[in-house]
């Protein structure tokens, strides 16, 4: 799998920027920070519409977009770029502006009634832009930015306009997106719950600089990063779905060290899923309960203990037996640390009490 690589540094006004990272060739990289921190300008260098005293940009070893003095302007860069405000042509139906993109572009892999039924459009393309909602708006610029055959998408804040109904609306279409298109994303956000539902890699950003930069479910369990600390402190662990109990309604999913269960049908055997553990849906015990209407009763062993607020700790959790697997984060309360005796290396029983799938499509 071919790496991008990307560092900007140099000044804009009064604000100094020195970020590098690297990331996949595919997938969705998030770049996640307070405002002000950079990530649009990161973006803007990304697409050639800044120029700062040195950057370096390479979609491969082949494709180098900026290096030193060489400077590939932005005309001549396949990026798409969508930003906060639609900005939808309003004398064109919904079709005039996605065929926009593609007038723009040469033939490439991105069929126009993919996108479409991708995006849901089907039913929206003889529509004014007038006459859409602010989601089905944001729907119908993201269909025109992948039909300009881009070889990188580049999303700055698209959801920061919507209010949280249309924000809803919009997310099951950007997970598909994720799960259909090989090209890589780059997303800006400072909305945590966005950046959990859909990155796969996170660059954090404070003050023009890269503080962290890493899978999101390693970087969201990292105890000397701010996510592990936070009241609403939450991970995400990847998962396959492994048999159904349809006697019950429920999937069982394999996870590094365990299986979890989870209501419904998530999708074809072997099918990816992505779940979502808030820490306050974790509680512990040292010993197995033995008649529980928790389902997800797991062995974990205890990694570290991290501050928290109002008497309450976070605990750091490695699933199963030798706490080797995929992490997990429990908010109790200072007593219950004390009345169980934890500390790093101890053996306990997690137990699960809310699990969100996060993508809930099925195959």
């Known amino acids: ?32 920070g307070p405002s002000g921190c950079g990530k649009t300008t990161v973006l803007r260098c990304i697409a050639g519409l800044e120029r700062l005293r040195y950057g370096h ?25 969508v930003f906060q405000e639609a900005n939808l042509f309003p004398h064109l139906s919904v079709t005039g502006n996605l065929r926009f993109g593609l007038r723009r572009a040469k033939a490439g892999a991105i069929a126009f009634g993919e996108v479409v039924d991708l995006l849901g459009l089907s039913r929206l393309l ?23 055959q881009p070889r990188l998408l580049l999303m700055d804040e698209p959801l920061s306009a919507l209010d949280r109904m249309s ?10 997106l994720h799960d259909a298109l090989s090209i890589p994303v780059f997303y800006v956000s400072h909305d945590l719950a966005e950046v959990e539902r859909l990155a796969d890699r996170l660059v954090l950003m404070e003050g023009g600089r890269v ?23 939450a991970v995400v662990i990847d998962a396959a779905v492994a048999a159904w109990e349809p006697a019950y309604g429920l999937t ?13 049908a998530a999708g074809a055997l072997g099918a990816r899923r992505r779940l979502r553990i808030a820490a306050g849906d974790v509680s512990l015990c040292r010993v197995a309960p033995q008649q529980t209407s928790i389902l997800n009763v797991l062995p ?32 109790i309360s200072a007593k219950s640390r004390d009345l169980l005796e934890l500390a790093a290396g101890e053996a306990v029983f997690a137990q699960i009490k809310g699990i969100a799938l996060v993508d809930s499509a099925a195959d």
Not at 4 to 26: K, Y
Not at 167 to 176: G, Q
């Open 167 to 176: 924000k809803d609306e919009i997310l099951p279409y950007l997970e598909r």
């Open 252 to 264: 069982r999913l394999a996870v590094a060290g365990a299986e979890m269960l989870v209501p419904g």
């Open 57 to 81: 940009f390479s979609l491969s070893s082949e494709e180098v977009w900026q290096d030193g003095g060489s400077f590939l302007p932005p005309h001549r860069r396949a990026v798409g770029y």
């Open 211 to 233: 503080t962290a930069a890493g899978p999101i479910a390693r970087l969201l369990a990292d105890p000397a990063l701010p996510f592990a600390a936070r009241r609403d402190a």
């Open 126 to 148: 003889e529509r004014a832009p007038g006459r859409l909602s602010g989601g089905e708006r944001q729907r119908v610029a993201i269909g025109r930015a992948l039909l300009s």
């Open 300 to 331: 974990a062993r205890v990694i570290s203990l991290l501050p928290g607020e109002a008497h309450q700790v976070g605990v750091l959790l490695g699933l199963g037996d030798a706490g080797d697997g995929a992490r997990l984060i429990a908010r």
């Open 1 to 32: 799998m071919s790496r991008i690589e990307a560092h900007f540094a140099g000044r804009i006004g009064g604000f100094d920027l020195d970020a590098a990272f690297t990331a996949p060739g595919s997938g969705v990289t998030a770049l996640f």
